[in-house]
């Protein structure tokens, strides 16, 4: 594929911006009645309102141009034919066949993924049932109360989001916790909460090599086997989910007790696999169903709904004409629901793991920014503290605003003051606050006319400050499953119009390798590093620690 600077389409992009001057857009929304009514798309009982965007119709039609231009339409199907669209790792890229209905098919080549998916998830639906129903039981007959998910990235971020945004659904199903630090803080903290007689960890590793993830693992079975005082704990107690069966035997879990994936579900996109165990333990296996039935939902709009009315679609192309035309360098994600609070960490795995890449996917450098910063928190913490550069620092930060209509069973007056905010922030951001305004409100209140004029600058607000408001009817498993799936596309098609391989990620190495060395530096009973080892600064770090009073 050519670069997509290159693409006729990009150019006319870049042409239009250059110039033409558009209006403001309160001045668009005056002149425009059908604006809004226009500028929206449904699916899956989610609403995307992009009609406070930087942009008209002239645009969208040219970055729908964009996506044709760079092939969308085929790499779609690659992707869900099973293709090894993950190249660097010679990988399939098949998470949309784990959310595959039951009784369907996913032929790939001779083998059906949809009996392997299937067969996995009966068994995880088996032993769930058989934990929340007390016949699954700990070593000494006590019922499992608590289950520990000891994971970390894509074997982590997703079932914990998912747990905490549906925790309203869990019913009488065990407390999870999940621990990723390794600092032994985390282990410690939940241990601390937990009785090892009722308490069942998930180790969740795709590798079955994350360090962090062993370590804890480790741990904790020595906290079981200390408590209990019995090795034979461990076959009760233990259960593993991953690709890695020689793995999970050498560290001690039988694998009767292993769930399995496949390397063809990236660990970013791994939730809707055995990786999902912990949702289903919490939440029970018919609303683990749920959850996969609303992504498979959002997978069919996106393979077939037009590219103009397509939800994944249009927010990937709104986030491009944000970064590439509008140089936005970040991008906020705002959900004003405390139980959403941690879809902004999981979306910054799914995004910045997959498309912070700077080289394309045949080895050249990309010639464009690629994945902006993905940040946030919920959203009302965040007007409190953040939201003053949002809307007067120097930086176009666009917002994904997340809302959800229905407050379930909270205080509906409550749940109102939050979107009231969530209304009231993407208004303010889009229209502002013209000096004219701002002087008009200080006169009225009385304020001295010399004071006006000094604090005239400070009170003004320049307004165009771009968001996209995603509202969900409920917060309930199936349209959590289509906003998570959304955005898993979103992030597809945006790698795709990059041409950036979204699927490995190697720039974590690194970082992992250089770890391990220093792990054994640290040792004060080894050798101290040489000292042309390290630059001085990591030496003294190393040095620092390693003459730490003890
Ligand atoms: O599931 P695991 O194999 O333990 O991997 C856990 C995580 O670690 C890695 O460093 C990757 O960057 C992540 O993509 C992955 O989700």
Redesign the pocket.
């Known amino acids: 594929m050519p670069a997509p600077s290159s693409l006729a389409a990009w150019k006319s992009l870049q042409q239009r911006r250059r110039t033409h001057l558009p209006r403001s857009l309160r001045e668009r929304f005056a002149a425009d009645p059908g604006r809004a009514a226009r500028m929206q798309a449904s699916a899956c009982g989610i609403t995307l309102d992009y009609s406070k965007n930087l942009l008209d119709d002239d645009e969208l039609v040219l970055l729908l141009r964009l996506a044709d231009e760079a092939d969308l339409a085929s790499r779609i199907r690659a992707m869900f034919g099973g293709e090894r669209i993950n190249t660097t790792e010679v990988r399939a890229v098949l998470h949309v066949a784990l959310r595959c209905p039951p009784g369907a098919h996913w032929p790939v080549g001779d083998l059906d993924v949809a009996a392997e998916v299937h067969a996995v998830r009966a068994r995880m639906r088996t032993f769930c049932l058989q934990v929340r129903g007390g016949d699954w039981r700990g070593h000494g007959g006590e019922r499992i109360t608590d289950v520990v998910n000891i994971?970390?990235?894509?074997?982590d971020l997703g079932p914990a989001m998912v747990c905490e945004a549906l925790a309203d659904h869990a019913g009488d199903g065990p407390r999870v916790h999940f621990v990723s630090n390794v600092d032994g803080v985390h282990i410690g903290d939940v241990t601390r909460r937990c009785d090892p007689r009722s308490t069942l960890f998930v180790v969740?590793?795709?590798?079955?090599?994350?360090q962090e993830?062993l370590a804890n693992a480790h741990a904790a079975r020595a906290w079981l086997v200390g408590a209990l005082g019995d090795e034979a704990a461990v076959a009760r107690h233990f259960v593993a989910v991953s690709t890695n069966a020689a793995a999970v035997r050498d560290f001690g879990i039988d694998t009767a007790n292993m769930f399995g994936f496949w390397d063809w579900v990236?660990?970013?996109f791994s939730l809707w696999s055995a990786i999902g165990l912990p949702i289903a333990l919490a939440l029970g296996p018919d609303r683990f169903d749920e959850l996969l039935a609303g992504a498979h939902a959002m997978d069919e709009h996106f393979r077939t709904a037009p590219p103009a009315a397509n939800l994944p679609v249009l927010m990937a192309l709104l986030a491009i004409w944000n970064v590439n035309f509008l140089d936005a360098a970040s991008q906020l994600v705002a959900p004003y629901h405390q139980r959403l609070h941690r879809l902004p960490a999981y979306l910054q795995?799914l995004d910045m793991?997959s498309n912070g890449k700077s080289v394309r996917r045949d080895g050249t450098p990309v010639d464009c920014r690629t994945s902006p910063i993905l940040w946030g928190e919920q959203g009302i913490n965040g007007q409190h503290a953040y939201f003053q550069l949002v809307h007067q620092g120097t930086q176009l930060v666009p917002v994904d605003f997340i809302g959800v209509l229905d407050p379930g069973r909270e205080d509906e007056a409550l749940h109102r003051i939050a979107f009231a905010n969530l209304v009231a922030q993407a208004e303010a951001l889009m229209r502002g606050k013209t000096a004219a305004e701002a002087e008009a409100e200080m006169r009225a209140a009385g304020v001295p006319e010399e004071r006006i004029a000094a604090l005239l600058p400070h009170r003004v607000f320049s307004g165009d400050r771009p968001s996209n408001v995603v509202l969900l009817e409920r917060l309930d498993p199936f349209t959590l499953g289509a906003l998570v799936a959304a955005y898993e596309h979103r992030t597809f098609v945006q790698g795709v119009i990059w041409d950036v391989n979204s699927f490995d990620?190697w720039g974590?190495e690194l970082g992992?390798q250089l770890a391990a060395r220093v792990l054994a530096e640290l040792d004060p009973h080894a050798a101290a590093p040489s000292a042309d080892a390290h630059d001085a600064s990591t030496r003294g770090l190393i040095e620092r620690y390693r003459a730490r009073p003890r």
């Open positions: 994971g970390i990235g894509g074997s969740a590793s795709k590798t079955f090599t994350t993830t990236g660990g970013r795995q793991e990620q974590v992992k």
